[in-house]
């Protein structure tokens, strides 16, 4: 494949994470998981871990919506500790921002905030009609979305910075190059993490979603499950509890609108592309490839089967949840015959190479 199809298509370099020998993982086990990354990138943890205690860095992660930003840049944090790393979404600030309005005291201190930071030509309280969705004529300037971007990072102090959702559109690329000085990280490192999903798997990851409702973690009943299933016989259904200690057996519910999978999304998911497309051809900025999938006829060159993907089916057998596992194949954006990678094989990839990038 030529570099300008390659550019075109979106279809990054395979990043090797195969071992010949070692321990299989059941890596929807949040421990077993822990394991994993151990296993396979103990010496790059333990060196990430020492870095982030003096230093930081700021990522910028792009790729189509739903390509799983958020999930990798959470299991980064559960490899190498989240006391000083932080994963920012534009989207989770702006609906933050849209709470904040609802409460008098925090509207104040978000006024005053911006009375104090924000430059540009749109009122205060007319980003507040947007944010409200009062007026859906307009869209959010990048001004505005600087400013609470800063606020967002001021409360978090000096952290290592996962950026998920800017630059949204074209016209805030030029803005994103400046980002790491605007948000006062000028001596720390800045790179772009770009990922490739196939939409078929957007699609079916959409349609499978379900998320905590505490800690917003998500996972899928089809293709991401967690360790413990229940059954719901009341509406006959089947459903993942979330396995993170701290949420104490959380039932994890479908979003509303999921149903329809990638057509919901179509433009904006071609919007992210030509986005992507274009910092691909950035100069002067480090960047990481992350792929979500393999050519069937790759992989196994590069991956241990236990990274791939199954799809999940269930059925009751004698009052208890039993799983059924199958391999899950897809057709990847250039027309191949894939197997889909699991999110930890991903994040293994995100985490080794950003250690390779810092060259530590």
Known sequence: MSKEDSLNKLDFP???TRVQKGPVF?????????????FKAGKEIKKLKNYLKKNTFMAFLIGKKNSGKGTYSKMFMEAVGSSNVAHVSIGDIVRSVHRDLSDKKKKRELVKYLESKYRGFMEIDEMFDIIEGRDTSKLLPTEVILALVEREIDKLGRKAVFVDGFPRDLDQVSVSLYFRALMGYRDDPDFFVFISVPNSVIDERIKSRVVCPNCNTPRGL???RTKEVGYDPKKKEFYLICDNPSCRNIRMLPKEGDELGIEAIRDRIE??????????ELKGVPKIFLRNSIPVSLAKKYVNDYEI?????????K???????RPWTVKDD???????LLPATVALSLIKQIAEGLEL
Not at 309 to 317: D, G, H, M, S
Not at 334 to 340: I, L, T, V
């Open 14 to 16: 395979i990043y090797k």
């Open 26 to 38: 059941r890596l929807e086990d949040r421990r077993e998981r822990l394991a994993y990354f151990n």
């Open 222 to 224: 089809k293709l991401l």
């Open 271 to 280: 919007a992210d592309e030509k986005v992507s497309r274009r910092l691909l």
């Open 309 to 317: 993907t199954p799809a999940y089916n269930y059925k009751q057998v």
């Open 319 to 325: 009052g208890k949840v039993e799983v059924v596992e």
């Open 334 to 340: 250039q027309g191949r015959k894939a197997y889909s």
